[in-house]
């Protein structure tokens, strides 16, 4: 599909005034009510599907079969990314009036990395075809470990705080409690960050990190920068909501890296067979109507199956604890 600049430039500006507005609504520290959460979250997904929908009157069903696929696979991602979130939320103490805050700070400089990364993903495509091996043979690696992952039930584990947070706060030192939401205070003469701005930036260097999956994991459906970047977009912009929204029913989703090791090893077998496809090689091509419905199935099997073994478990325990 065939994007301006102007267009580019619109939709990046309209993308800077939602996030803008969402910034306004959330700027005074609160509790976020389950209601609050609920009533955003839904105004964000249908967002997505006006968008969607603009896609579909431009560009046709192609564009924009593409761009749900992309959407779904990066908002099951993200709900992945929740586990961690929360192990974050914890290791730092963060009180919950200023847990929208960080998140919200957090997947803006996500978000911003993240455009990074998809154009230096477009611009290595469009020179190297044979970077879908290394995408492919990357997903189906990450499929295999997120299985591994699942059976040791690593989202138990305490968060461990990056090379690159340890930097930071040796560089700048860290003030031993919360300052409001203020990121720098003045401390026996010394500048340094408050706890605040540490768990933002953990929030987005973590958000980043798993960029790694989701950037290869999209351009197995496209290879549309603009339909990459606004996928992502729609899909971290309501994830702070989701957040408060789904932070209970976490725990009880618990096949859902099942779920997502089926999803990405299956993109990663779409781009293996479409990096042979390339190289001349006569293989079947998996198309975006197929891919859009299995990734679909995948996820609501994944949750009927794990609200079913969560209700499970939890009769078997009442019945132990039971006299």
């Not at 609504?25 to 209601?35: A, F, N, Y």
């Not at 997120?146 to 040791?152: E, G, H, S, Y």
């Not at 340890?166 to 409690?177: I, L, S, Y």
């Not at 001349?280 to 949750?303: E, K, R, Y």
């Amino acid at each position: 599909m065939h994007v301006s600049l102007t267009v580019w430039l619109l939709t990046v500006a309209a993308l800077c005034a939602l996030v803008a507005v969402d910034f306004l609504i959330g700027r005074r520290p609160h509790d976020v009510s389950i209601k609050e959460a609920a009533t955003w979250s839904v105004v964000w997904v249908a967002l997505a599907c006006l968008f969607g929908l603009g896609l579909l009157l431009q560009g046709g069903t192609g564009p924009t079969g593409e761009f749900f696929a992309g959407y779904i696979t990066e908002k099951s991602l993200s709900v992945d990314n929740l586990f961690v979130f929360v192990l974050i939320m914890g290791k730092f103490a963060v009180p919950s009036q200023y847990q929208q805050r960080v998140l919200m700070v957090g997947v803006l400089m996500a978000l911003i990395l993240r455009a990074g990364f998809i154009a230096a993903g477009a611009a290595i495509i469009s020179v190297f075809s044979w970077v879908f091996y290394l995408f492919g043979a990357f997903l189906i690696w990450t499929a295999w470990k997120l299985v591994q992952d699942a059976r040791k039930q690593e989202h138990e584990e305490e968060y461990q705080e990056n090379k690159l947070l340890k930097t930071v706060e040796k560089r700048f030192g860290v003030a031993d409690r919360y300052h409001g939401t203020k990121l720098f205070i003045t401390e026996n003469g010394k500048r340094v960050m408050t706890p605040m701005l540490v768990v933002m930036l953990a929030i987005g260097s973590t958000d980043v990190l798993f960029a790694l999956d989701s950037i290869p994991a999209i351009y197995g459906l496209t290879q549309d920068p603009y339909i990459v970047f606004t996928a992502n977009a729609f899909a971290l912009m309501g994830l702070r909501q989701l957040y408060f929204l789904i932070g209970g029913l976490l725990k009880k989703l618990v096949h859902l890296s099942y779920g997502l090791s089926i999803i990405l090893g299956f993109i990663g077998v779409k781009l293996v067979l479409h990096a042979l496809h390339e190289s001349g090689v006569h293989v079947p091509q998996i198309g975006i109507p197929f891919s859009l419905g299995f990734i679909v199935l995948v996820l609501a099997i994944t949750t009927v199956t794990s609200l079913r073994a969560t209700k499970i478990k939890a009769t078997a325990a009442g019945q132990e604890s039971a006299p």
